[in-house]
């Protein structure tokens, strides 16, 4: 939604410039959708034993392991991406043990927090995962029309500044995927890092668990009718998909460049260098205009046949909300 | 071996202070012990293709991936970690499809490069690993007692200075392994990192690169006959392991604490801070003395009940060396 457009915002009503929202009274805290990023898997496994934390007035809050077998493990899934298998295909399925394990799963976590799109399914989700990408803390949106993650998404870059937590708006028509948040009515994506896959780090774990607690914070003051009056949100909107240069046989032939390596979020411009071979040429970008990388050599995209990813700066207009 | 010591040099003749050596004409460069190390997999596959940089007068190198499978898959192992099946036993043994994988395949490496032990053994073998930890660039040693290891980590460092590369020394009655570079008369483990499993990374891979070329110089000179006069090496030698902090289940209760976290190498003494618990509480180190800690927070370390390796810090002496 343009700034010029600010009420045509829909399934809200509108007072004035203020949308009043259902109360956020269903909250789920999911860790381990990838077995082996470890800051989610302690996190949720240590409010499951004990959840103080995490508890807020007028919230009923779940913390909840979605891929146990992937995190006995210490993989990233078992048979199939469990954070690409919210597909509608996936969920309407009938049929048992002949699905991939995530498959099955994904229809169970779908039973229990949702159905996807259902007045009945949870109002939010919180999905914590870690990159082996410096991107330090960020939350990853799914919908520029979502005025309440977007309220949500200003209240927690304003509760850790001046430390920074920036906003990856996942809309694309062909790049975005269905994520077990999704199953959410305000789906949200935490991506910490740089931490290896199978490592807990105590800095990445502190980092998610501060934002977690503004995030539960800002809930709390919602549902107790807090208005939050209208804002703007600087996200970074995924734009392309950039994969490392191969041979013929599908084998890679260069490396993420060192002046691109750990540069998350700053800007490429054409002609600045990308790749580098193993023989030691600079393969530059060739776009047309400044784009803002991200997942910058992620351990678990070269798979998914991609070094990187561009992003476009812009700016999000938010409705003010509460609580109908 | 000690300072005071330095003629009890077994198996070599010496001349004057000078030891006489057989030359180093079979040597190897094995990558993909662990398949998820990437830096070795993806520089011994440059080798194989094209071998220009790897070849040197006098010596014969052969780059080889040694668990193709586990690389294939992009996973440390496949059925147990290639890097401690080199025993006696698993040598010994005779049999077939069922024992594991890398039993199967440590045979096969034992038959081409060794026998372990005996004279018709490559002469040395390096072996590529990377490190999660912050270790930087790490020779790994498993004899005090092999002057030409210790003559060529003395050339590497003096080759690579101002960077610096650390000498481990894995000479420990309980703590040593059989390692896949067993095999040869002459092993050479190199560690370098941090990066993660299933990443490459530009600066590693280039560090990597670079000490490889200086210890395959040291061979090229040795065969020609240059003379290594008697000089120090200081080393990290292997002390005790250090496990997280676990519950009665098993499960980890504590992380690596920040101020340890990243600080491989740097002395820790009695008292300072080495966990912190996941409500905060910091586990101090309650050793006698100080030591120096690396491999913290390795990733495939977390199976094998580890958090870290302390380490004292020694100086051996290498005798003099000249080809026979």
Redesign the interface.
């Known amino acids: 939604m343009g700034q010029s457009e600010p009420r045509s915002v829909s399934g809200m009503s509108l007072h004035g410039s203020t949308a009043r929202l259902s109360e956020a009274r269903r909250v789920a805290i999911f860790g381990g959708t990838h077995g082996n990023e470890m800051s989610g898997v302690?996190l949720v496994?240590?409010w499951i034993k004990n959840g103080a934390d995490i508890q807020r007035r007028g919230a009923d809050i779940k913390p909840f392991i979605t891929n146990p077998k992937a995190v006995e493990k210490?993989v990233r899934y078992v048979d199939t991406d469990l954070n690409r298998a919210f597909t509608h295909e996936n969920l309407s399925a009938s049929g048992g043990d002949e699905f991939p394990y995530e498959v099955r799963r994904a229809q169970e976590i779908n039973r229990m927090f949702g159905p996807k799109g259902s007045p009945e399914a949870y109002d939010v989700i919180f999905d914590l995962h870690n990159t082996?990408s410096n991107m330090g803390c960020t939350l990853i949106l799914e919908s520029s029309k979502d005025h309440f993650n977007l309220q949500m998404m200003n209240y927690i870059k304003k509760a850790i500044s001046p430390a920074s937590c920036l906003v990856l708006l996942n809309e694309h028509p062909l790049l975005k995927y269905s994520t077990s948040r999704s199953v959410a009515k305000h789906p949200v994506g935490l991506e910490v890092g740089?931490q290896?896959?199978?490592?807990?780090?105590?800095?990445i774990?502190e980092a998610m668990r501060v934002i977690l607690k503004h995030a539960l914070d800002f809930i709390e003051l919602f549902n107790e009718g807090m208005e939050f009056p209208p804002c703007t949100v600087e996200v970074f909107r995924v734009s392309e998909r950039i994969d490392y240069p191969r041979d013929a046989n599908g084998?890679?032939i260069a490396?993420?460049?060192?002046n691109l390596?750990d540069c998350d979020w700053e800007p490429l411009n054409p002609g600045d260098p990308m790749f580098?071979t193993?023989d030691g040429k600079t393969i530059p970008y060739q776009g047309s205009c400044t784009v803002y990388p991200t997942f910058i050599?992620?351990?678990?995209y070269?798979?998914k046949q991609q070094a990187f990813m561009t992003t476009r700066r812009e700016t999000l207009a938010a409705s003010g909300i509460r609580k109908a």
């Open positions: 302690a496994n240590l210490c082996t740089p290896p896959q199978g490592v807990l780090r105590s800095n774990f084998n890679i490396m993420v460049h060192p390596q580098q193993f050599n992620e351990a678990a070269y798979e």
